[in-house]
T-cell receptor, first 111, second 115 residues
């Protein structure tokens, strides 16, 4: 049972435009959500997170939106830059330090 | 920021053999987590390694296949035993540095290919 799903395996966006990555979850016990970014041959690095008591968190060019009723979160990157090209994982936790990850979305920013 | 070092970074292994992956962190941590990423798949938690006690395994993972050691607060090993091609994956260790709720920091991973 895939509790966290990223239905788009890849996304291609033009430099300077907005990138929107989506993630759905099924477990209503999740109370914390995170986005990780992964370059080839490197481990995932933490990007941004949001608690279930919020519906938006912003950090520079990155904004995460949470819609609890729809069990959906999204990551917006604006403006997109070539260095943003990577695989993005969403993850969810229930406070127990263990994270459940989605399958990842490969984002390619085209010049 | 704190550093997590894993080795080997990659290896090619023969079916039926075992390989031990090492994870060294430069600060003491209570819990270390071992994840697996099979090709094209999500990261899946294998087990949580606590210093001074047996590791706690997730559903679908057993100690005989993935024995874990945690001799001190800065080091852990994961062994992949009696390997088959299905064990070809990236294995990652991670720790919680206390940066915030559920924020884990990952090592670079160990990419194993089993022939």
């Amino acid at each position: 049972d895939q509790q966290v799903k990223q239905n788009s395996p890849s996304l291609s966006v033009q430099e300077g435009r907005i990138s929107i990555l989506n993630c759905d979850y099924t477990n209503s016990m999740f109370d914390y959500f995170l986005w990780y970014k992964k370059y080839p041959a490197e481990g995932p690095t933490f990007l941004i997170s949001i608690s279930s008591i919020k519906d938006k968190n912003e950090d520079g060019r990155f904004t995460v939106f949470l819609n609890k009723s729809a069990k959906h979160l999204s990551l917006h990157i604006v403006p997109s830059q070539p260095g943003d090209s990577a695989v993005y994982f969403c993850a969810a936790g229930d406070g127990a330090q263990k994270l459940v990850f989605g399958q990842g979305t490969r984002l390619t920013i085209n010049p | 920021s704190a550093v997590i070092s894993q080795k080997p970074s990659r290896d090619i292994c023969q079916r039926g053999t075992s390989l031990t992956i090492q994870c060294q962190v430069d600060s003491q941590v209570t819990m270390m987590f071992w994840y697996r990423q099979q090709p094209g798949q999500s990261l899946t938690l294998i087990a949580t390694a606590n210093q001074g006690s047996e590791a706690t395994y997730e559903s679908g993972f057993v100690i005989d296949k993935f024995p874990i050691s945690r001799p001190n607060l800065t080091f852990s090993t994961l062994t992949v035993s009696n390997m088959s091609p299905e064990d070809s994956s990236i294995y990652l260790c991670s720790v919680d540095w206390g940066r915030g709720a559920n924020v884990l920091t990952f090592g670079a991973g160990s990419r194993l290919t089993v022939l």
